[in-house]
């Protein structure tokens, strides 16, 4: 199965036919305006053994993840969260003892966000799974995909840390260490950036931003392609924040993998309106948060990666969600 | 697993903490006050081979039918359907013939209940299953569960039927006959009550109202007893309404279990107010909209049905999604 072939067959058969419905098909969240006020709502499931694994994750740890991870497409618009739904297949013979330890999650998720469970749908079946639809709202402008060629790009923190922690968790070993633990808690429990996102979004200054899910590389690619296929970049490898302590545990020759095509990070991309950078990055400082300029945007129609001078294409591949 | 044990662990667990939050948990969708709107949402997930089988229906049925159902949340509410999302497991496997199927069905759907598909989220995976979120508007009250001793109970049509459908799909003959065609469709394109909902919502009259998935039975209880446990009712076995063709299909035996147990009817469940009764049979005539009385609520505690005089307790039981 190809996503793009679905996601052209989408485009091609649903055309937006509502004005309320006002970007489209195909972004992190869809925006609609609903009288004064414009919700954003996005829908993200969660499949054990592709997205989690319960071999690895405790259950109060797999749906309060969930709700992160949806909460990131809100941040990824520039929107402010306000409840959500959960839809759960739960495993026939999951203990009531599992069933609390799943819902502990939720409640935690809830007060930590301050987000209200309106309401769900539960389902005893064969498989483990969870779908979370989120429900915000865009108090400012939403911030959508789609970049253009001379714009300065710019993630919102470390990358590559939870797809290392990911392979982690994998090798089942188990190291008493803070650099360990670290990257483990990066892929286990992941940040969705809603505070910064909210800045960002009051700035003005932000032209298109994504959440990062499927990898640097392969979102990178979204962002900017949303609107123009011919765009290009050049990300400067020294310039990507990344945690030393990825060397402790990985080859030289695997970090760039992990940090190119690991997914799973939920740090914000971003592009700034061509000419403000330097006054984008004095609010960031007055307003004490972290953001970092990785590359340009072009014209070639790729994506480059500096290496020390030394200039490559990204390869083609990027991350599949696969446990 | 057991449904109530969820329920009422939901229930403690998540005490209604934002005011915008009407409703609180447990009823057909949730409603939020925003601005001076408000808005209604549900989920609904289909799993093949719980809540659809392959073996039946075509990809396109099985994604329009998903659609309809959701909106029946709606309908219970006295909400008008506005948008929804999709989130798709698709089988490996699955040919893009039959991914575009499936998408034929919920671009039929969208364009038959002028509802706008703004998003989704797919996944490839081990089984095929279909999650639906849909968001509607209430414009004048929304209607909850929840229902007085006193008030007449009434139904929007024909009990049974989709239930008849499903057990005739599974013997898998084939019969060029209208009626058995019927009972076919009552279960494959199931129609949510959208129009009438808006006309019964109007009235001002209805006191509580839900939507028949799990079967009359298992539905009248969640109704009744949504406020107090202690309601009771007693439905005329005669009055509720139901297809003739029944009888040519099933033993007499049979019958009463598919109408008072057979889910998947999607009809509307409703009181009227005390007092109330001739103003709204007045008004539905006028209306032209058909609604049939079927029964009493009383404070018994228990659900009878008189059946030409003989007064029985329906059997606990009721009906468990499974193909």
């Known amino acids: 199965m190809n996503e793009n072939y679905i996601y052209k067959l989408v485009k091609q058969k649903f055309h937006k036919k509502n004005k309320a419905f006002i970007n489209g098909i195909g972004d992190d969240a869809a925006i609609w305006k609903f009288g004064k006020k414009q919700i954003a709502i996005s829908c993200d499931?969660?499949?054990?053994?592709?997205?989690?694994?319960?071999k690895f994750m405790k259950p109060e740890e797999i749906s309060y993840?969930?709700?992160?991870?949806?909460?990131?497409?809100?941040?990824?618009?520039?929107?402010?969260?306000?409840?959500?739904?959960?839809?759960?297949?739960?495993k026939k013979g999951f203990s009531s003892k599992k069933i609390k330890k799943i819902f502990d999650g939720f409640h935690q998720a809830s007060k930590d966000y301050k987000i209200e469970l309106v309401g769900g749908n539960i389902v005893t079946s064969k498989f483990f799974s969870?779908?979370?639809t989120v429900v915000g709202e865009v108090k400012s402008n939403y911030i959508p995909r789609g970049s253009t060629s001379g714009e300065t790009v710019y993630v919102s923190g470390n990358i590559g840390s939870a797809n290392a922690g990911l392979r982690l968790?994998?090798?089942?070993?188990?190291?008493?260490?803070?650099?360990?633990?670290?990257?483990?808690?990066?892929?286990?429990?992941?940040?969705?950036?809603?505070g910064i996102s909210k800045i960002l979004s009051s700035t003005g200054l932000i032209s298109s931003m994504i959440d990062i899910t499927d990898g640097l590389y392969l979102d990178?690619?979204?962002?900017?392609?949303?609107?123009?296929?011919?765009?290009?970049?050049?990300?400067?490898?020294?310039?990507?924040?990344k945690l030393h302590s990825l060397n402790l545990f990985f080859t030289p020759r695997m970090i760039p993998k992990i940090v190119l095509?690991?997914?799973?990070?939920?740090?914000?991309?971003?592009?700034?309106?061509?000419?403000?950078?330097?006054?984008?990055?004095?609010?960031?400082k007055l307003k004490k948060i972290n953001v970092f300029p990785i590359g340009k945007i072009n014209n070639s129609g790729v994506i480059y990666?500096?290496?020390?001078?030394?200039?490559?294409?990204?390869?083609e591949g990027g991350y599949i969600h696969k446990l």
């Open 45 to 54: 499931s969660h499949i054990d053994g592709i997205h989690f694994s319960e």
């Open 65 to 90: 993840r969930a709700v992160s991870v949806a909460l990131s497409d809100l941040a990824a618009m520039g929107a402010s969260p306000l409840f959500y739904t959960n839809s759960l297949n739960l």
């Open 130 to 132: 969870l779908d979370i």
């Open 169 to 194: 968790l994998k090798r089942k070993e188990i190291i008493k260490d803070e650099n360990y633990k670290e990257l483990l808690n990066s892929y286990k429990r992941p940040k969705p950036k809603i």
């Open 220 to 241: 990178l690619k979204r962002l900017i392609k949303f609107k123009n296929n011919k765009l290009g970049a050049t990300i400067d490898w020294n310039k990507i924040p």
């Open 261 to 284: 095509e690991g997914g799973d990070d939920f740090e914000l991309l971003f592009t700034i309106k061509k000419g403000f950078d330097d006054k984008f990055q004095r609010i960031s």
């Open 305 to 315: 990666i500096d290496i020390d001078g030394n200039k490559k294409k990204i390869k």
